[in-house]
Every structure is written in structure tokens, then in C-alpha cells.
């Protein structure tokens, strides 16, 4: 079935790190992979995605690149910043049915100054 | 432009109890969805809707109900509160069916069943 597995959080990172958070995924036909950012209190965010291989999503100096050879879509960005301290979660859909999105577990970010 | 609100933010209820969770677009919508969230998981899908007048499972409905009248709204059913149904509820909305389709969240209804 399809499938999506993250990193286990919490990831703690000081102002300015540089951050990666690991995603993979299994499925079957072509996904469009997604990350969505749940801030403290709120609900989830589109962050960035990206709908065909090697094509590369990011927003907000995030950035992820849809490998189909690892099956993976991982997070970066160069230097995260206090305000970015929430949890990410990284999904897909598939051209089977409806749009509807499968979740990883999310990871936890804190960043501190 | 509101996007998508849920009512309650917060409830309790008692075993045996019955509420309904509300949910409410106002971006013209077709797809709509219900999901849960529970400490340390992703997101779970219950009940989608494709339109007004259709509606269907997701991967765990039991307990749930819902109903498309309109396509603004989007009601999730409670009908017999049981402690298993203690998390966050998050309703979300899509335009159009498709691959490269964002769903809007609204900012979610935490549930507790003692």
C-alpha cells in the first residue's frame, strides 16, 4: 500500500543550522509528494510540493526535491530561524481515486536562539 | 475570505455523549474532508465528500457520521462518544480532484471523551 515515513523528531537545532528532515515514501504510480507545516495552535499549512520527479518545491527557503530513484523527499533549509520551530509533515497522493492525502508521523523542530 | 472554520475549538464530552463538529468553506469548494490527529501520528482520513449529496468512507469511520447538504458545510457526527475518539479533529478542503490540487485546513477541534 502506499505509505509515508518521516524521521522521528524532536530535531532541536540552534538559530542559523541548517536543518534536514528525512522523508520517504512507497507507492504505487506517479505521487505528487507534499510538506505541510502545523504551527503551535493551528491547523496544517501547504508548505511546498512538487508533482513529477527531479522537480524541486520550496517556499519560505525551504526546499525538497522529488527523488523517484531513493523514493524520497526530504526537507531542507540553509538556515532555520526561531519562527520556524513547529511540526512538519510530509505526504502524498496518488493518481488512484480521489486526492486524498496520505501522512507521515510528522517531526517535531525546535529551534532556539 | 474566512477559508475554512471549525466550531468548537475545544470540547468535552462524556461517554455516550453525542455532538456534532462543525465545518464551514468559503472558497466554493467540491472536496472536502474530515481527518483526526492523534498524539504522535499523522493525520488519519475518516469521511471525504467529492460534492453536496456525496460522501464516503475514509480509513477509520466507525463512530462517524456525515452529511454534504450544501457545499459550504461539512458536519461530522458523533453519535456515541467513546474515550478511543479523544484527539484533533481537522477539516480541510480541496477544488478539484487531481494530483496537484492543496487541500486548506482549518485550524482544527480538540476532543476530549472522559
Known amino acids: 500500500g502506499n505509505s509515508v515515513t518521516q524521521m522521528e523528531g524532536p530535531v532541536t537545532l540552534s538559530e542559523e543550522a541548517f536543518l534536514t528532515i528525512n522523508c520517504t515514501y512507497t507507492?504505487?504510480?506517479?505521487?505528487?509528494l507534499f510538506w505541510y507545516v502545523q504551527y503551535p495552535g493551528e491547523g496544517l499549512q501547504l508548505l511546498l510540493k512538487?508533482?513529477?520527479?527531479?522537480d524541486k518545491g520550496s517556499n519560505k527557503g525551504f526546499e525538497a526535491t522529488y527523488r523517484k530513484e531513493t523514493t524520497s523527499f526530504h526537507l531542507e533549509k540553509g538556515s532555520v530561524q526561531v519562527s520556524d520551530s513547529a511540526v512538519y509533515f510530509c505526504?502524498?497522493?496518488?493518481?488512484?481515486?480521489?486526492?486524498?492525502?496520505?501522512f507521515g508521523t510528522g517531526t517535531r523542530l525546535q529551534v532556539f536562539p | 475570505n474566512a477559508g475554512v472554520t471549525q466550531t468548537p475549538k475545544f470540547r468535552i464530552l462524556k461517554i455516550g455523549q453525542s455532538m456534532t463538529l462543525q465545518c464551514t468553506q468559503d472558497?466554493?469548494?467540491?472536496?472536502m474532508y474530515w481527518y483526526r490527529q492523534d498524539p504522535g501520528m499523522g493525520l488519519k482520513l475518516i469521511y471525504y465528500?467529492?460534492?453536496?449529496?456525496?460522501?464516503d468512507k475514509g480509513e477509520v469511520p466507525n463512530g462517524y457520521n456525515v452529511s454534504r447538504s450544501t457545499t459550504e458545510d461539512f458536519p461530522l457526527r458523533l453519535e456515541l462518544a467513546a474515550p478511543s475518539q479523544t484527539s484533533v479533529y481537522f477539516c480541510?478542503?480541496?477544488?478539484?480532484?487531481?494530483?496537484?490540487?492543496?487541500?486548506?485546513f482549518g485550524p482544527g477541534t480538540r476532543l476530549l471523551v472522559l
Open positions: 472558497m466554493n469548494h467540491n472536496y
Open positions: 505526504a502524498l497522493t496518488t493518481s488512484v481515486g480521489t486526492d486524498k492525502l496520505i
Open positions: 512538487a508533482t513529477k520527479a527531479d
Open positions: 480541510a478542503s480541496s477544488g478539484l480532484a487531481g494530483l496537484q490540487e492543496t487541500q486548506y
Open positions: 465528500s467529492v460534492g453536496a449529496g456525496i460522501t
Open positions: 507507492a504505487t504510480g506517479y505521487p505528487s
